[in-house]
């Protein structure tokens, strides 16, 4: 998915929350998303949106501890 996509998306659903009074939670799913090569920039742009967000997928391989450790200092 190419990054202004998935800004705009995460702009509505922004805008989804604040007119439902709900937050939304977001889950990053499909294929492995640990091996999107957008994957760290989607999660902080959710992080700093104000919304939550989950990753499912399979279990990470060795290649992503880099990674999982940038997603944890979100």
Same mark, same amino acid.
């Given at each position: 998915? =190419? ?8 702009? *509505?659903? #922004? ?8 937050? #939304?939670?977001? /889950?990053?799913?499909?294929? *492995?998303?640990?091996?999107? =090569?957008?994957?760290? *920039?989607? &999660?902080?742009?959710? /992080? ?15 290649? &992503? ?10």
């Amino acid at each position: 998915m =190419p990054t202004d996509l998935f800004n705009g998306i995460i702009n *509505d659903l #922004c805008k989804l929350s604040i007119n439902r009074s709900k937050p #939304c939670h977001i /889950y990053l799913i499909g294929g *492995d998303p640990l091996l999107h =090569p957008n994957l760290l *920039d989607f &999660a902080k742009t959710i /992080y700093t949106s104000g919304l939550s967000f989950s990753i499912k997928g399979n279990p990470f391989p060795k290649s &992503a501890t880099k990674l999982i450790g940038e997603l944890k200092q979100l």
